[in-house]
C-alpha cells in the first residue's frame, strides 16, 4: 500500500520550481535546493508547513482518495458543482490558495465530502442528491472551504513528524538522493497518512467542526446563499443517517448536536431563494 504511492509521493515532494526546472536534473535538483534554503536547521525545524507544501500534500491524499473512488464522469455536473464551490469560496475567509480551489463529485452512493489541503474538494454524488437546493449545496461546500481556510487537514501531520520532515530537509546530505532523500519520502509519506487518517478515517476535532460550521453560515450569507441552508442540509442528512452509518458520519460529530449548534447562531431571517438557482439545480442534479 504505502509502496504504491512511492512514484508519486517523489513528485509530491518537489517544490513549483521543480518543474520549470531543468530536464534530466528532476531528481537531484529539487531536492537540495528545498536542502539549502539558507535558514538553520532548528528555525526550519520549527516553521509551519507553507501553501506549496499543503497542495502537494494535498494532492497526495486526494491521490489516495482516488484509490478507493471514481471521480464522477458527468461533465455537467462536476461543473455545476466546481461553479457554486467558487462562489462559495471566493467569498470565504480564505479566498485564494496556492494552486486555487478546484471541486469535483465522487460516483458513489455514499453520503461524504473531503477537503484536500491545498483546495481540492471532493463530494460525492450521494450527498450532492441529499441536497433539495443549490444553497444546501453551498452549505455543504462552504463546510469543506471552513476546513481549507482554518488548515484542518494540515494541522493534523503530527508535530513531532513535520520537524522530522524538516530536519531531513535541511541536512546538506539530502544532495546525494537516495539516501536521506529516501528517509524523506518515507516521512512525508508518514505526513500524508496522519492528514489522510484524519480526514477519512477519524475525523477532525468536534471543534474543528463546529467552527466548520459556523463558518459555513457566514460565507453562505456572504456569498448571497440562505444562511438556513446548512441547518435544512443537516436535516436532510439525519434523514439519511440510518440507512449510511459510515462515510460523513463516521467522522464528524452527530448530526443532531451540530444542527442544534447551527441553529443557535444562524440568522434567523432566510432570504427568499432565488427561482434561477432553484431551477439551475433541478436541471443539473434532477
Ligand atoms: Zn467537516
Given amino acids: ?3 504504491r504511492n512511492s512514484k508519486w509521493l517523489t513528485l509530491a515532494l518537489l517544490p513549483p520550481l521543480a518543474f520549470s526546472g531543468c530536464a ?7 531536492v537540495a535546493s528545498i536542502a539549502v534554503t539558507g535558514a538553520t536547521k532548528a528555525a526550519q525545524a520549527s516553521r509551519p508547513i507553507s501553501e506549496s507544501e499543503e497542495y502537494y500534500l494535498g ?22 458543482v466546481n461553479e457554486v464551490g467558487q462562489t462559495v469560496a471566493r467569498k470565504s475567509n480564505r479566498p485564494q490558495t496556492f494552486r486555487g480551489y478546484h471541486f469535483g463529485v465522487l460516483d458513489t452512493d455514499e453520503l461524504n465530502a473531503f477537503a484536500c489541503p491545498g483546495g481540492l474538494i471532493l463530494i460525492t454524488r450521494g ?21 481549507i481556510a482554518h488548515r484542518d487537514g494540515v494541522n493534523s501531520v503530527s508535530k513531532a513528524r513535520w520537524s522530522e520532515v524538516l530536519t531531513a530537509m535541511g541536512t546538506q546530505a539530502v544532495r546525494q538522493y537516495g539516501g536521506v532523500a529516501g528517509n524523506l519520502i518515507s516521512l512525508f509519506e508518514g505526513s500524508i497518512d496522519d492528514v ?10 468536534r471543534e474543528a467542526e463546529f467552527a466548520a460550521d459556523q463558518e459555513a453560515v457566514v460565507t453562505l450569507q456572504k456569498a448571497g446563499y440562505d444562511p438556513q441552508a446548512l441547518s435544512q442540509v443537516l ?22 448536536v451540530r ?3 447551527v441553529k443557535t447562531t444562524a440568522p434567523c431571517a432566510s432570504p427568499p431563494t432565488a427561482n434561477n438557482r432553484r431551477q439551475r439545480f433541478k436541471e443539473e442534479v434532477g
Avoid: W
Fill in 59 to 80: 494532492r497526495a491524499v486526494a491521490a489516495r482518495i482516488f484509490s478507493q473512488y471514481t471521480l464522477s464522469r458527468n461533465t455537467r455536473l462536476n461543473h455545476y
Fill in 1 to 3: 500500500m504505502k509502496r
Fill in 127 to 147: 450527498l450532492v442528491q441529499t441536497c433539495e437546493s443549490e444553497d444546501q449545496l453551498a452549505a455543504v461546500l462552504a463546510h469543506e472551504v471552513a476546513h
Fill in 24 to 30: 534530466g536534473g528532476l531528481a537531484l535538483a529539487p
Fill in 196 to 205: 489522510f487518517k484524519t480526514m477519512v478515517v477519524n475525523g477532525y476535532s
Fill in 235 to 256: 436535516e436532510k442528512m439525519m434523514a439519511r443517517q440510518k440507512d449510511n452509518a459510515g462515510g460523513i458520519f463516521k467522522t464528524h460529530p452527530p448530526t443532531s
Fill in 259 to 261: 444542527l442544534a449548534k
